[in-house]
């Protein structure tokens, strides 16, 4: 019956030795794989300055009435941003003049605007 043992034992041995191994690999992997730090992402170019003018009426403007999210989701033609404007500019009198409308207009077209 000794005889029997060992090798069982051995086979038992070497699976777990295995067993070890590959795990010991496989957290290693993830180890190094979490520890890699992504490059930073180049920053965007500063809006040129209507475009600036603009986005900083909207944010203003805008967000008065409702969230900005809800127009920054949508892409729309100048013809269809120019039409939102003047509904908008209709709710509220004086509250978005019309050198004000354009400069939102050309931001909103530069970067929400259907190409």
Known sequence: MAAINPPRRKSEMRIR????????LLLLTLAIGCSK??????????????AA???????????????????????ETKEK???IIKDMQG???DWIT??????ILDYLVAEHGKK
Do not use: I, M, N
């Open 53 to 75: 003018d603009g986005k900083a009426l909207f944010e203003q403007k805008c967000s008065v009435c409702h969230g900005l999210d809800r127009a920054l989701v949508r892409t």
């Open 17 to 24: 030795s295995v067993v070890l191994c590959v795990l010991s």
């Open 37 to 50: 730090q992504e490059a930073p992402k180049p920053a965007a170019p500063p809006a040129a300055g209507g």
């Open 81 to 83: 941003w120019a039409s």
């Open 91 to 93: 709710k509220k009198a």
């Open 98 to 103: 019309d050198a004000d409308a354009v400069k």
